[in-house]
């Protein structure tokens, strides 16, 4: 009953009396600043959150978890001890390369992998995001590969088209050592939504090795059952194959943006959480107000018996209260903004023309909503309002009830 009471109190506070206009008008100000504070960090974290998830599952969906290159052995005994490995799905072949292709007069730097189409399904998905063609189309013709949507754009290029490839390694000729060049045709036009789209071509593994007449390296892509354990099953294979390999993880190669992501959802949180506690110092504020104004009040509930304690619990009452509220109108805007951020910004960019997508590895606004950051922003922002009502409400537990009965009189 006791503790009926003092919350009785504390949520009469929240609610406009006849004399108290003032105390609910500023009650209701660090609420919604509060409330705007958690529903900006709730729509950022799941855009990041979105982003994380778009690169796990589409980038690297596309990309090798994993590269073990053999300079000279055996592959087909190489593989078997790849698959060996409990942690190891799928295996394809896998040669690699890198040059320049040209056509129309424009050029651009790619990255140029021979696969077997066969095979490359087990371990990539990529043929989920192709528009045109399909990895399959590069064993039916020889010197065929397949590009992204934002290549084939950037070089004005479409189904059937020729392209030349230019390689960096020298052959020699009558007149002197020239790089190595080959005419290529367009089978395919893939869109990971990724860069990928503008950096990654295909071929076969013939018409590549044919190309550089047999000295690249032939490697192996592995699909793991975690890619985020990809370096050390990597290193495990190294050391227990019987063959002298090398070999290399998607963190090696493709680290850095999933870091740079993970490192950049830590500092927007910490960022805004700045701002949640901006808005609970307006909750110190208006519990001071609430304290100047109720002095009254405060002093007639210590005459009729009330400890320095229980008024001290009313206004952290009070200040929970506020933080609870806004957390969770917060909480509700956040989520529904974050289910349509995507088609608002979208919009926004196809009006306005800012091109806001155009620097990232995906070409939309991802959201992924998790409920343990949904508990993580609850708690943070309730324990600041927590901490933030010690002081007002402390304030109100040391007033003199006799020198405030005669402010009052």
């Known amino acids: 009953m006791l503790a009926d009471w003092r919350l009785n109190v504390a949520s009469r506070y929240l609610r406009a009396g006849a004399g108290d206009k003032l105390t609910s008008f500023t009650s209701m100000i660090s609420g919604l600043g509060l409330v705007l504070a958690v529903a900006i960090l709730t729509i ?13 599952e589409r980038v690297l969906g596309v990309l090798p978890h994993g590269i073990v290159n053999l ?8 593989e078997k001890e790849l698959l060996s490995h409990e942690k190891v799905i799928a295996v394809a072949p896998l040669l690699e390369g890198s040059g320049l292709l040209l056509a129309n007069g424009r050029m651009a730097g790619v990255l140029i992998s ?25 064993s039916s013709q020889r010197f065929s590969l397949v590009i992204g949507k934002r290549l084939a754009q950037d070089l004005g290029v479409s189904i059937g088209d020729s392209v030349n490839f230019v390689s960096p390694e020298v052959q020699m000729t009558l007149v002197g ?4 060049a080959r005419r290529f045709v367009v089978v395919g036009i893939f869109a990971a939504g990724a860069d990928v789209d503008k950096t990654q071509v295909y071929t076969s593994v013939e018409s590549l090795s044919r190309m550089q007449k047999g000295r690249g390296s032939v490697g192996v892509r592995l699909l793991t059952t975690d890619l985020f354990d990809a370096p050390e099953i990597v290193h ?22 999933h870091g740079a992501i993970l490192m950049q959802k830590k500092t927007m949180f910490l960022m805004l959480m700045l701002l949640v506690a901006v808005a609970a110092f307006n909750v110190v504020s208006n519990l001071m107000m609430i304290v100047k104004e109720k002095s009254g009040d405060i002093a007639i509930i210590r005459t009729v018996g009330a400890s320095t ?19 969770v109108v917060g909480l509700l805007i956040g989520v529904c903004m974050a289910l349509v951020i995507d088609d608002l910004v ?19 606004l991802p959201v992924d909503i998790r409920i343990e950051d949904i508990l993580l922003i609850a708690g943070s922002s309730l324990a600041i309002c927590f901490f933030a009502t010690i002081y007002p409400a402390g304030k109100a537990a040391k007033a003199n009830p006799v020198e405030a009965l005669q402010y009052e009189s």
């Open 114 to 138: 021979g696969i077997d189409p066969e095979r490359e399904s087990k371990v990539s998905i990529l043929d989920d995001f192709f528009l045109e063609g399909s990895t399959y189309d590069i």
């Open 309 to 327: 304690g229980a008024v001290r619990i009313i206004f952290i009452m009070h200040g929970v209260l506020v933080g609870a509220v806004g957390v």
């Open 236 to 257: 495990q294979l190294v050391m227990m194959s019987s063959q002298r390999i090398y070999g290399s993880s998607w963190t090696q190669r493709y680290g850095n943006l």
């Open 177 to 180: 050592p020239l790089p190595t």
């Open 71 to 78: 300079p000279d052995g055996d592959l087909a005994t190489l």
């Open 346 to 364: 979208l919009t926004l960019d196809g009006v306005l023309k800012l091109g806001l997508m155009d620097e990232y590895f995906i070409q939309y």
């Open 44 to 56: 950022v974290l799941s855009v990041m959150n979105g982003f994380e998830k778009e690169l796990r």
